[in-house]
């Protein structure tokens, strides 16, 4: 079923860097750094001016870590980002760099 055009502003476009994977790659198929795209904080859509629920990369979408309820998501397993939000991000960001040192 093919959407109907005049709606296009509803739906998010993809990311361009990452193609909507959320992660960013060279041209070998080796990922930059924490592998994050920076543009759509992973998520894969370039419109997030309305906030977006992700997985959360402090207990990957489980809601627990070590059998009690995560700080970051408070057990849900998702958290609210917004692209326009500098603070945000940078927090996320820092999250995921300490999510990926644990493993």
Do not use: W
Request: overall charge neutral; hydrophobic content about 25%; some cysteine.
């Amino acid at each position: 079923m093919e959407r109907d055009s005049s709606l296009n502003h509803c739906y998010p476009k993809r990311c361009g860097r990452c193609d909507g994977t959320g992660d960013v790659t060279n041209r070998f198929g080796n990922k930059f750094g924490e592998g994050l795209c920076t543009d759509c904080l992973g998520v894969g859509y370039q419109n997030l001016s309305i906030p977006r629920k992700v997985e959360c990369p402090h207990c990957f979408g489980v809601g627990l870590i070590n059998a009690e309820r995560c700080v970051l998501c408070k057990g849900t397993g998702k958290i609210l980002i917004y692209r326009d939000d500098s603070v945000a991000e940078d927090e996320f960001r820092e999250i995921f760099r300490l999510s990926k040192q644990e493993k």
